[in-house]
């Protein structure tokens, strides 16, 4: 495998991990409830840091654990891969990289449109019950 082709492919596996690792310290963190607005996801028109962002959030951590894992785990390997310059490395790594990427970004955008739906659904069982009041 060329050095060059290497480079590229261990910088854009570090992309992958560093956004997979983003991934799994959130779902972490919003499993024991201590997730914290710079870290959560941002959810449009959902102010942060809110009893609704929290709700949101609470509801799609599995995505978020596991789109982390998935991630994280298929950099990693991609980055082993660059360094053993067997003759089909740079096609496998190829794979392993589109696909952690692919992984990553699905179960991230997933993730935040799930959040969004449960939190704009808490917004308005919250106005429900204010009127009712």
């Excluded at 942060?48 to 950099?75: D, E, K, P």
């Excluded at 660059?82 to 990427?101: D, K, N, P, Q």
């Amino acid at each position: 495998m060329n050095t060059l082709v290497t480079i590229l492919l261990v910088c854009a596996a570090l992309i992958v991990v560093v956004v997979g690792l983003h991934l799994f310290v959130t779902g972490l963190l919003v499993r024991n409830q201590a997730v914290r607005p710079p870290l959560g996801l941002y959810l449009r028109d959902i102010p942060v840091g809110s009893h609704a962002w929290n709700a949101g959030h609470q509801a799609v951590w599995v995505l978020l654990f596991m789109g982390g894992v998935l991630g994280t785990a298929q950099g990693i390997a991609v980055i082993a891969m660059a360094f053993m310059h067997s003759a089909g490395s740079t096609s496998t790594s190829l794979i392993f990289l589109v696909m952690g990427a692919l992984t990553v970004g699905v179960l991230g955008w997933n993730a935040r449109a799930g959040a969004t739906q449960v939190a704009l659904a808490t917004i308005e069982e919250d106005q429900s019950s204010a009127d009712e009041a």
